[in-house]
C-alpha cells in the first residue's frame, strides 16, 4: 500500500508538470530572457536551432526549466532575495575593507550587474579567455583570404564593452578577461587592429545606453574615428565626417525603450529607460541597394536606415521596440517593402570616393558606422556576420572589387560558434 501511494503521487506530479506544457497561461514569459525549448525538440532536435542540445536527456532539462508553471515568479522571488543577502553582505564587507577605493563597485541583479550609483546595466565580467580552437578557425581563414587576395587590406576594430575592462577585479576576485588581446595576438601581423577605450567609467555612461548592450550614436562616432585612423595610412579618406546636426527623437517624439539588458531583467530593473537620438550627416549622393542571398540579384532601396522616417516620428513607441537596430538596420525598397540587414547585406555606392571599395563585416555594432565610413569610399558592402553562410565571402571581394575589410564587432563574431566565411564551391 504505501508503494503503491508513492507511485500514485509521483504519477500525479509527473502529470501536473506535463499538463503545464499544453496551458499557454502557464508558460514562462519572455521578460525572462529563457529559450522556450518545448518538449517537441527532445526527440525531433533540429540542430540548427539556440535551444539544441546533444544528448536526450539536457534537452528534456532544457524544455522542464522553460515551460515549469510560474517558474518566472518563483525566480524572481528567489533572486530578490538572494542579491539583497549578497549586496549587503558585500556593502559590508567593504566598510571594513582599508584598501585603496580605485574601481567602481558592481550590484548583482538577476544575471547582470548594475553599476553602484548609476542605473547603468551590464553582464557579469567574464574570467576565461575565448575558445583557442574558435579563434584559430578565425585566424586561419584570415591566412586563406590573404593568400588568395595578397592585396587586400584587413583591419579588426573591437568595441569594447563594461565588463572588457578592468574596473571590477576586486568584485570578481581575479582579473577579467582581455578578449581583445587575446583576438589580437592570434591574428596574424598584417592585420591591423584597435580597439573601443574608455577614459573613465564618466565616459563610459556618455558613449552607452544605460539598458542595452550597444552603443549609442556617440560612441559609434567615437569607433568611426577609430576606423578612419587606421584605414587613413593605407587610404585617402578626406576630412572625418562631422555630425550636422543630432537629433533627439525620444524627447521630440515622447518616448523611451527597454534595452536588451532591461528586457532580460524584466521587472528586476526599477531604473529608467533609454533615450534614442542619433547623428545627421552632410553625405555624399549615393544609390543603395539590397543584395538577394539566394540570387545575388541587388534590389533597388530608396535609403539605408529609417532616419527619414524616424525624423517624421513613423516610430514604434513601445518601451520593448529595439530602437538601434530597427533605425539602422533596415533599408527601405523602392518597392515600398522593408529590407532588414540581419537577412541581406547591403551595397552603397557613392557619387564620390576615393576611388577605391570596402567590405564592412560586423555584429549589430557595424550598423551605426556603416553610413559615415561608406562615404569615403566609391562602394561599400556591408554584411551582417548572421549571413556569412549565406553570401560566400569571395564572391562579394571579386564582384565588388574590395580593396579594404573591416571587421568591427564585439566578441559575438569571434566567439560564437557558425559564424565563419564561407566560400565558393570553386574553393
Known sequence: ?????????????????????????????????????????????????????????????????????????????????????????????????KAEEHQYSLQVVGDYVLIKDTEYISVYPYTTPLSEADLQKHADQIRLLHDLYPDLKMYVYYVTQAYDTSWFDDFIGTTSGDHYREIKEALPDYVDTDCLVYEDLADYLNIHFKTDHHWNHRGAQRGYENICAMLRDDFELGKIRVPVSEFAASDTY???????????????????????????????????????????????????????????????????????????????????????????????????????????????????????????????????????????????IEHYGIDAMVLCSHVSLWNENGYYFTFGEDE
Open 1 to 97: 500500500m504505501k508503494y503503491k501511494s508513492s507511485v500514485i503521487i509521483a504519477f500525479a506530479v509527473l502529470l501536473i508538470f506535463l499538463g503545464t506544457y499544453f496551458l499557454p497561461f502557464l508558460k514562462s514569459a519572455n521578460t525572462e530572457n529563457r529559450t522556450l525549448a518545448t518538449f517537441g525538440m527532445v526527440v525531433r532536435p533540429e540542430k540548427d536551432s539556440v535551444v539544441y542540445r546533444d544528448s536526450p536527456a539536457e534537452r528534456l532539462d532544457a524544455a522542464l526549466s522553460d515551460q515549469f508553471a510560474f517558474r518566472e515568479a518563483a525566480v524572481n522571488r528567489y533572486l530578490r532575495l538572494f542579491n539583497s543577502t549578497e549586496n549587503f553582505v558585500y556593502g559590508l564587507m567593504k566598510r571594513f575593507d
Open 254 to 396: 515622447g518616448f523611451r525603450f527597454r534595452g536588451s539588458y532591461a528586457k532580460g531583467l524584466g521587472k528586476m530593473y526599477q531604473g529608467t529607460f533609454d533615450d534614442f537620438s542619433f547623428y545627421e550627416y552632410d553625405l555624399p549622393d549615393r544609390e543603395t541597394a539590397a543584395i538577394d542571398p539566394e540570387t545575388r540579384r541587388e534590389i533597388p532601396l530608396e535609403k539605408i536606415g529609417l532616419y527619414d522616417e524616424y525624423s517624421r516620428g513613423e516610430i514604434d513607441k513601445s518601451k520593448n521596440m529595439d530602437h538601434y537596430i530597427r533605425m539602422y538596420g533596415a533599408g527601405r525598397g523602392t518597392d515600398g517593402e522593408l529590407y532588414k540587414d540581419s537577412a541581406y547585406p547591403f551595397v552603397i555606392r557613392n557619387s564620390e570616393g576615393n576611388g577605391r571599395n570596402l567590405l564592412i563585416v560586423g555584429d549589430s555594432y557595424g550598423r551605426a558606422v556603416r553610413d559615415p565610413l561608406a562615404s569615403h569610399f566609391d562602394t561599400t558592402v556591408y554584411i551582417d556576420y548572421r549571413n556569412l553562410a549565406a553570401v560566400p565571402i569571395d564572391y562579394l
